[in-house]
Structures are given as structure tokens and as C-alpha cells.
């Protein structure tokens, strides 16, 4: 965490307010900044003694910036670049960008990804910490806080990262757009229609089972999308159950209890199901990686993504 003060404002206390901002509240911003809620809501008070406005107002037990809080939450952003890039000029200008980052992937991205970028950045210098992070699509933005580098989806089409706290603060780099295909085992019907068709239509989705993930998660928003994608004839589509592992989902298709919709890169190995495009409802996801402002002014963090940029070009077939 950077200390010091500039002006009369304590840098901390601006950091205090972002991490408010972002979180949705004083308690996870104080886990995030490692910090006591005291010391929090005590870094807000002394702000809005010196901006003398209110910057945060209570919102049934909950607390939330202000306009004006806001503002300054947007103004703060700006410091903490300034100030990362101050630190950024000092460094030998000519010497390797070494030293840990930490990067977090939703559990397909993490399988697609991060073998690929570890084994990119061996012998580098840079000390990648992976983890995996699956969240619902409100929540990626919020893990910049503490992680340098967030891989996320969304479903393509939707706004990106409009939750609370990605505003000016996160920076979104897209890395590529996976399709989504329908899995079913082998020797279903529609595996047999398509070979002439090459794909499947919307229509032919009629009177089927589906094995989503839960409620919130891009791959099920993009899954009710496809259901609702026009006229269907006879039962419509139901959904059976609902589980984020793919691999199980995998077994599931294969043992011939329902249909899923899965990402084409890293589900299209498995050797009981077939995934089938579709050819009348475009479907998608949008993996991108994000990073807060100031985290992505430090030379090792832009090597991880130039990497994770190159990698995703390579895996797309670009």
C-alpha cells in the first residue's frame, strides 16, 4: 500500500475511499485494505472534514458514496496512476520487469490460461501466483483490489464491468471471444443432423433437458439467451439442473442426462460429447483481463498481460 500524504489529503485515506467504492461498503473494504472497519470509517471522516461535503450516505444498514464522494473517488484514481508512475520512472528503464503478480481466473479460464502463461513466463523473472476466483459477473471487477490481474467473462453483447467500481479505476484489456456450443453425447440425434448441416438451429433445441450453471453466472445468461432465441416447436427447453464444474457437466452430457451449452476452447476434448454450433443464435463469451488503474503502470504487470494477450491471440487462431 503506497502511504504518505499529498497536499493536505492522506493518500491512504483516498485509497480507504476507493476501496469503499468498489466494494460496496466499509466491512470488505477493510478486509481488502487489511484494515479495522474503525480505521476505515475513521480514514472517511477525516475526508469529508476536508472536503466539507458529505462523501458517503447510508443506504438501509449499508453504506455508499456520495456524488461527491464519487467524484473524489474518480480523483483519487488519477493519484494513485500519478503515483505509480513516479515510482515506475525510477526504476532502471533498461532492466527486465521481474517480481510477483497475482492473477486470478474463473475455473475454465484458469484451465484455457494459466498453464500457457506460466509456461510463457518461465525462467522470465516474473513469479506468477495463480488462484481461482469464480464469481458471479457483478463481483470480478471488485477483486482488483486485491488481485494485479482478474480473467473474466461475460457474455458478449453486454455492457463491460458497468458493476459498481468499474469506472475509470479498472482497466479492461480483452483477451478473446470463445464460442459457446451445444455439448450432447455422442450419438445423439442432433450429432447425427448436424454432420449435414453443420451445426444446429435454435428449432431443434425443442422438448430438451439442460444442464446450466447457476443463476448469475455469465454461461447461463448466455444459455437464456439462446432459449429465448425465437419460435420453437413443441415442449420448450427446461433446465434440470444447474452445476459450474464442466467437468461434471461433461459426464453428465456423456451418461445422456441432458444438453449444455459450453466453451468450445475448453470443452471440445472430451471423448463421449460432441459440441455442435450454432448456426441461427450467435453465442459467446467475452474473456477479458482486469486491472486497476494504478496496478497496470507496473512494467511486470504489463508483461503478464502483453503474455496473456499474445496467448489468447494463439488459442483463438488469430
Not at 206 to 225: D, H, M, S, T
Not at 303 to 315: C, F
Amino acid at each position: 500500500m503506497i502511504t504518505g500524504e499529498v497536499g493536505a489529503v492522506d493518500v491512504r485515506a483516498l485509497e480507504a475511499l476507493r476501496a469503499v467504492r468498489s466494494q460496496g461498503g466499509v466491512t470488505r473494504a477493510a478486509a481488502v485494505l487489511h484494515l479495522t472497519p474503525s480505521a476505515v470509517s475513521q480514514h472517511l471522516a477525516s475526508l469529508t472534514r476536508q472536503a466539507g461535503v458529505p462523501l458517503t450516505e447510508r443506504v438501509g444498514r449499508g453504506l455508499r458514496l456520495t456524488p461527491a464522494g464519487l467524484a473524489l473517488a474518480d480523483a483519487a484514481d488519477d493519484v494513485a496512476v500519478a503515483l505509480e508512475r513516479a515510482r515506475t520512472a525510477v526504476l532502471d528503464a533498461h532492466q527486465a520487469p521481474t517480481g510477483p503478480v497475482r492473477v486470478s481466473a474463473f475455473s475454465s479460464g484458469a484451465e484455457l490460461l494459466l498453464p500457457g502463461l506460466l509456461t510463457r513466463l518461465e525462467g522470465s523473472g516474473v513469479e506468477v501466483e495463480c488462484t481461482d476466483e469464480d464469481v458471479p459477473l457483478d463481483d470480478f471487477a471488485p477483486l482488483t483490489d486485491r488481485i494485479d490481474v482478474v480473467i473474466a467473462h461475460r457474455p458478449e453483447g453486454e455492457l463491460a464491468w458497468s458493476a459498481p467500481g468499474a469506472s475509470a479505476g479498472v482497466r479492461v484489456v480483452p483477451l478473446l471471444r470463445e464460442p459457446l456450443d451445444v455439448a450432447v453425447p455422442v450419438g445423439h440425434p442432433l450429432e447425427l443432423s448436424a454432420r449435414a448441416d453443420g451445426g444446429v438451429r435454435h428449432a431443434d433445441l425443442a422438448g430438451q433437458r439442460w444442464i446450466a450453471v447457476k443463476e448469475g453466472f455469465p454461461v447461463g445468461e448466455v444459455l437464456r439467451a439462446v432459449l429465448a432465441g425465437g419460435p420453437v416447436d413443441g415442449e420448450p427447453p427446461r433446465v434440470v439442473s444447474r452445476i459450474n464444474d464442466f467437468h461434471v457437466v461433461l459426464e453428465l452430457v456423456a451418461a445422456r442426462h441432458g444438453l449444455s451449452l459450453l466453451p468450445r476452447y475448453t470443452c471440445g476434448r472430451h471423448p463421449g460429447v460432441r459440441l455442435l454450433p450454432l448456426l441461427d443464435v450467435r453465442a459467446g463469451r467475452q474473456i477479458d483481463a482486469l486491472v486497476r488503474a494504478d496496478t497496470a503502470e507496473r512494467p511486470v504487470v504489463r508483461r503478464v498481460l502483453s503474455e496473456l494477450t499474445a496467448l489468447a491471440r494463439k488459442l483463438a487462431g488469430a
